[in-house]
């Protein structure tokens, strides 16, 4: 069998990568914190173990305003590529609107369902999880108690 090949680029082109493997999760994601982030009252996110993914172009920038969290964009075009969380590691979650083939990636189940905008209305009968879809340390905090300001 082939191994799964997947590619992402931003809106500009300036930030390309390279996806070797299985995603070892694709949930749809309806906490505050990322709807902020990403600007969108929800996103997916496709996680991969780090080791799967190659920038093949260009370099993302960084931002972090929740500790242990660090979210990549790119900064010719402002595109969201993904985040890696301190809680998580050896992770890096992509955003759903980053990959070339996003209809490949069929997500498993909501996270932060207690969060999710009231007139959002999803009849998937995928799993509804008040918090996050993975296990991360509790230490750096739940999305509901770091609300932007």
């Known amino acids: 069998m082939t191994e799964r090949i997947e590619t992402g680029a931003c809106f500009c082109g300036a930030i ?3 996806l070797r493997g299985e995603p070892f999760s694709v949930v749809y ?3 505050d914190d990322c709807r902020r982030a990403i600007g ?3 996103t997916v996110w496709v996680g ?5 993914v190659r920038f093949t172009r260009g370099a993302p920038k960084t931002f972090s305003r929740t500790p242990g969290v660090e979210r990549s964009f790119c900064g010719d075009c402002g595109t969201s590529i993904g985040y890696s ?3 998580l590691a050896g992770e890096i979650h992509l955003c759903i609107g980053f990959m070339d083939h996003p209809e490949r990636f069929a997500p498993q189940a909501h996270a932060f369902w207690r969060l999710k905008l009231p007139w959002v209305e999803m009849a ?3 799993p509804r999880l008040d918090t996050t ?4 340390d509790a230490a ?3 999305p509901a108690t770091r609300r932007c300001g």
């Open 85 to 87: 969380d301190a809680g």
């Open 124 to 126: 998937d009968g995928l």
């Open 40 to 42: 969108s009252p929800l």
């Open 140 to 142: 750096l905090g739940d």
């Open 133 to 136: 879809s993975r296990q991360r």
């Open 48 to 52: 991969y173990r780090v080791d799967q």
């Open 29 to 31: 994601d309806h906490d």
């Open 16 to 18: 390309a990568a390279e």
